[in-house]
């Protein structure tokens, strides 16, 4: 049951950010409905738990040379990714995509530590 829980939240967190990010920046474009944002925030929640993972472990040398400033470059290739699998999003051009990484990092990240202090036992 916590499982589900983590996913559910995980989704809802997401979609959060995909509507924060497509409210802010003018070249992130969402078109979709409720549901469709559902759907394009588990796309992004399964890129998340498979695929940069694998990012970290194969750019390891190069994220500890860089003093971890290449995990935005991972995060980066996360969204685009995420903007190649799903229909509904799309970005134009570089810039919106690393504003997009940075909306979308910093949404969840507030949201996930929030969560820390609300649900802590």
């Known amino acids: 049951m916590k499982l ?3 996913l559910v939240f995980s989704i ?3 979609a959060l950010a995909i509507m924060a990010a497509s ?3 003018t070249d992130f474009v969402f078109d979709g409905d409720f ?3 559902l759907i394009a925030a588990g796309i992004l ?3 998340n738990t498979f695929a940069r993972p ?4 194969v750019f390891g040398p190069i994220i500890v040379l860089t003093l971890g400033l290449f995990i935005l470059v991972i995060n980066a290739l996360v969204i685009f990714l995420f903007d190649f699998f799903s229909p509904s999003i799309t970005i134009n051009g570089l810039l919106p995509l690393f504003l997009a990484t940075l ?3 910093a949404v969840n990240f507030l949201i996930n530590f929030s969560a ?3 649900f802590k036992k």
């Open 4 to 6: 589900f829980g983590r």
């Open 12 to 14: 809802f967190s997401n």
């Open 103 to 105: 909306i979308i990092g």
């Open 54 to 57: 694998v990012m970290k472990l």
């Open 23 to 25: 409210y802010v920046i």
């Open 35 to 37: 549901i469709d944002l």
């Open 45 to 47: 929640m399964v890129i």
């Open 116 to 118: 820390k202090f609300i």
